[in-house]
């Protein structure tokens, strides 16, 4: 019997069997987007974020985890690893990038990823944690096991849109923050710890 409605992006896919070593990643955006598109929380279709107005361009395949969420769990991780004052996570479900050698040409596709680290960003006091991780079976970056085997280029490309992809010139604001930069075992941690928060959030009679 097949469903014979769509299921919620965040909501109604798994996270998958064996998360968190390997994971299931809903993609938003893609490197050629010239639009920053999200999922829209009420019903699960993409929306139109904003345009990106300036030279940043993802580099990587850009989504989140289903049935995650960066709540006080993630928050209390990141205040205890970083030595920072984090108040909450950023209330959206966990983000990740997912590295492939093939150009994927369109989001709001599910993929199979493995983390393999991780960038512990606090956006305005909140944990807002970028997992990075491998398309699984993916010709040149499926073999990574951790972060520190990826390119130096790759990574300060990586760090460079995560720190500018907010930054409107003219315009003053709290800069977001790269605490850290964190391996695989750590990313699962964190993948742990927004699955409880979900479960918190959505499936223990709590109101979000």
């Known amino acids: 019997m097949y469903p014979t409605q769509k299921a919620h992006p965040w909501h109604g896919i798994s996270p998958g069997a064996e998360a968190p070593g390997t994971v299931t990643a809903f993609i938003e955006i893609v490197p050629a987007d010239t639009i920053k598109y999200e999922i829209d929380k009420q019903s699960g279709y ?47 479900p966990l983000d990740i990038c997912v590295l492939s050698e093939r150009p994927v040409t369109h989001g709001d596709i599910l993929v199979t990823a493995i983390p393999i680290g991780g960038f512990r960003l606090i956006d305005k006091h909140e944990a807002d944690d970028k997992i990075i991780a491998v398309l699984k079976s993916d010709a040149v970056y499926g073999g990574i096991t951790e972060i520190g085997e990826c390119p130096t280029e790759l990574i300060n490309r990586l760090r460079h849109y995560f720190l500018t992809y907010k930054v409107i010139p003219g315009e003053a604001r709290v800069p977001v923050e790269l605490a850290a930069i964190y391996g695989r075992e750590e990313a699962m941690q964190v993948i742990r710890h927004s699955m409880n928060d979900y479960n918190h959030n959505f499936r223990l009679g709590a109101t979000q």
């Open 46 to 92: 993409l929306k139109i974020d904003r345009p990106q107005l300036f030279s940043n361009i993802v580099p990587a395949l850009y989504g989140f985890i289903p049935q995650t969420f960066c709540g006080k769990e993630v928050a209390e991780y990141c205040s205890t690893r970083s030595g920072r004052q984090v108040h909450d996570g950023d209330g959206d």
